[in-house]
């Protein structure tokens, strides 16, 4: 099982759900709360925005970088080049998943250290930044540190539509003389919106400005070419990709000027100092290579072998049945298109395959989480960043949502592990549990009476 390795499990284990018979155990973890500590009959994860389990064939890819091969990659003897070799192997796939030179990756400690080391690598007092009101908080609030002493640029932040979409003319007309840096991301990790940034490649071209994209939640679910994007700068996360967390990279195109976030050695062709996490960076590396032969083959499959978008259509077709519910990002009710490429017609924002957010009117969506969580389902509702956040997302206000609207909403997101049995469950649990909580619920009877 663990392929000649000697990396056994270390401690009492219990399966993880959907990777087989054969799948690899991973340790119990210790229950922190009360109701952690019901026993449910089975247990499926679709939170996979949040984070994904890692993959059998990662897990063991990086397993000898912790015991066998424990070298430090800047060393001169053989146990160090035996780790620099890995090392480079890894930056050669992640290089590939992107289409990018292997010289242009810079593997960091995951998604918001890419993105600081993009924004503040090329920002200087004075500067201007441009990026949208739906931004991941690693991207937004780095962005409005750059406003503040000493750092004194300024800011323009560019609304989205009902759908969540950016207008590539409102980035045009926000640039200004000393525009230095456009960021927005690629997909929404609330949403699973796709922004135009092709459009907006072109317009940072044009305008001689640098242009990133956070391509954290795009990442292996569909293909990326960075030359197509036209981004100097691009973040991934390996725990978004089936890869463990604390590992990341940061695509930085050749010529782009970046200063780095912190000073000591001269690793990472001296834009990142730091011993590299090397068991991380592996991992890595392997969940690119099989992302990248999963999207060759033209596939973003589950391990049933289902179309992950035909799973996250069944399941949001069977949710917008229940009463007083609302898929977030259509506008005027038009129908959902699946692909994830381009708009089917001008009232559909293109998504990526895992992932539906949808409103359950009259309930709180916490409650709702909880509630589902005691009977074996793992759902959000938004940013795992920002779980216990007094205030609603900012991502479904900024698409027009009220307070109420988005603090109703549950956010499903799909992994590669995830079954049709695993639809089949969440389908028999959902529907009663929104039922109970609406009968529990004050503001309920408002809504049917059209109150509010």
């Known amino acids: 099982m663990w392929g000649g390795h000697s990396c056994p499990p270390a401690c009492p284990t219990n399966q993880v759900s959907g990777f087989g018979s054969s799948r690899i155990r991973s340790p119990r973890p210790a229950p922190f709360s009360r109701y952690n500590r019901i026993t449910v009959s089975r247990r499926v994860y679709l939170d996979n925005n949040a984070t994904t389990p890692v993959l059998p064939e990662v897990f063991e890819a990086m397993c000898p970088y912790f015991t066998d091969h424990f070298g430090n990659a800047?060393?001169?003897?053989?146990?160090?080049?035996?780790?620099?070799?890995?090392?480079?192997r890894a930056r050669e796939s992640v290089a590939a998943?992107?289409?990018?030179?292997?010289?242009?990756?810079?593997f960091t400690s995951g998604g918001t250290e890419?993105?600081?080391?993009?924004?503040?690598g090329v920002m200087t007092p004075g500067d201007h930044v441009i990026t949208s009101t739906i931004e991941h908080s690693a991207v937004l609030n780095a962005c409005k540190h750059l406003a503040d002493p000493p750092h004194r640029c300024e800011?323009?932040?560019v609304p989205v539509d009902g759908r969540g979409l950016i207008d590539p003319a409102d980035v045009k007309r926000a640039l200004r003389?000393?525009?230095?840096?456009?960021?927005?991301?690629?997909?929404?990790?609330?949403?699973?919106?796709?922004?135009?940034v092709e459009e907006l490649g072109k317009i940072a071209a044009e305008a001689d400005v640098y242009f990133h994209t956070d391509a954290v939640q795009a990442t292996a679910k569909l293909p990326l070419d960075v030359n197509k994007i036209g981004c100097d700068l691009l973040s991934i996360s390996g725990h978004k990709i089936h890869a463990p967390q604390g590992v990341g990279a940061l695509y930085i195109r050749k010529g782009t000027e970046l200063t780095p976030l912190q000073y000591g050695g001269s690793h990472e062709r001296s834009r990142r100092a730091g011993t590299e996490n090397v068991p991380g960076i592996v991992a890595l590396g392997k969940a690119a290579e099989l992302a990248q032969a999963g999207l060759k083959r033209g596939e973003n499959h589950t391990m049933s072998d289902h179309s992950m978008s035909d799973l996250r259509d069944r399941l949001e077709r069977e949710l917008l049945k229940i009463e007083a519910t609302h898929l977030n990002g259509r506008s005027n009710g038009a129908s959902h298109a699946s692909s994830i490429r381009a708009h089917s017609n001008e009232d559909d924002a293109p998504r990526v395959p895992n992932t539906t957010n949808i409103c359950f009117d009259g309930i709180e969506g916490e409650a709702l989480v909880i509630a589902?969580?005691?009977?074996?389902?793992?759902?959000?509702?938004g940013s795992a960043?920002?779980?216990?956040?007094?205030?609603?997302?900012?991502?479904?206000?900024?698409?027009?949502l009220s307070r109420d609207q988005a603090k109703s909403s549950i956010r499903f997101s799909l992994?590669?592990?995830?079954?049709?049995e695993d639809i089949d469950f969440a389908l028999s649990v959902i529907p009663a549990t929104v039922e109970r909580l609406r009968k529990l619920s004050p503001v309920w009877s408002k809504v049917v009476t059209g109150a509010i």
């Not at 890419?114 to 503040?120: G, M, P, S, V």
């Not at 589902?372 to 509702?381: E, H, I, N, P, R």
């Not at 960043?385 to 027009?400: D, K, N, Q, R, W």
């Open 372 to 381: 589902l969580d005691l009977q074996g389902l793992a759902v959000s509702t």
């Open 114 to 120: 890419a993105d600081n080391l993009a924004i503040f």
């Open 97 to 106: 998943l992107l289409g990018s030179r292997p010289s242009e990756i810079v």
């Open 385 to 400: 960043c920002s779980s216990g956040a007094i205030e609603p997302s900012h991502v479904l206000t900024a698409m027009g």
């Open 155 to 157: 800011l323009t932040i």
């Open 74 to 88: 800047s060393s001169i003897h053989h146990h160090g080049q035996e780790t620099r070799a890995a090392i480079e």
């Open 415 to 420: 992994g590669k592990q995830n079954t049709a």
């Open 177 to 196: 003389p000393n525009t230095k840096l456009i960021t927005i991301m690629l997909a929404n990790n609330e949403t699973g919106t796709l922004q135009p």
